[in-house]
């Protein structure tokens, strides 16, 4: 069984800034990688950042320069995603998840925490 748990996110105006935090427990040995998607009402579910287990890192284009992702020091299984300069676009619910293969074949997700910025 694994489980994430979420923190962070809220409302925020544009240009503002918000941290999101992930923990993982459980099984989770030999993950492939954790991170952030989202998903506006009605879009798609998209990716937003990565880490992979060796901590390199992969962003959606529309958020390079803006956000970051990182894990916590000595703890693979937390990860973090600093989100500066936010837009009105960026406002989605947030999904951490964690998975073992880079297809996400096998993916667990966290609860999702809400993201709202302003104009």
């Known amino acids: 069984q694994v489980h994430l748990v979420e923190s962070g996110g809220g409302l925020v105006q544009a240009g503002g800034s918000l941290r999101l935090s992930c923990a993982a427990s459980?099984?989770?040995?030999?993950?492939?990688?954790m991170g952030w998607y989202r998903q506006a009402p009605g879009k798609q579910r998209e990716l937003v950042a990565s880490?992979?287990?060796?901590?390199?890192?992969?962003y959606a284009d529309a958020v390079k320069g803006r956000f970051t992702v990182s894990r916590r020091d000595n703890a693979k299984n937390t990860v973090y995603l600093q989100m500066n300069s936010l837009q009105p676009e960026d406002t989605a619910i947030y999904y951490c998840?964690?998975?073992?293969?880079?297809?996400?074949?096998?993916?667990?997700w966290g609860q999702g925490t809400q993201v709202t910025v302003s104009s």
């Open positions: 459980g099984n989770i040995f030999n993950f492939n990688d």
């Open positions: 998840y964690i998975s073992w293969d880079p297809l996400k074949n096998r993916i667990y």
């Open positions: 880490v992979s287990s060796r901590g390199n890192t992969n």
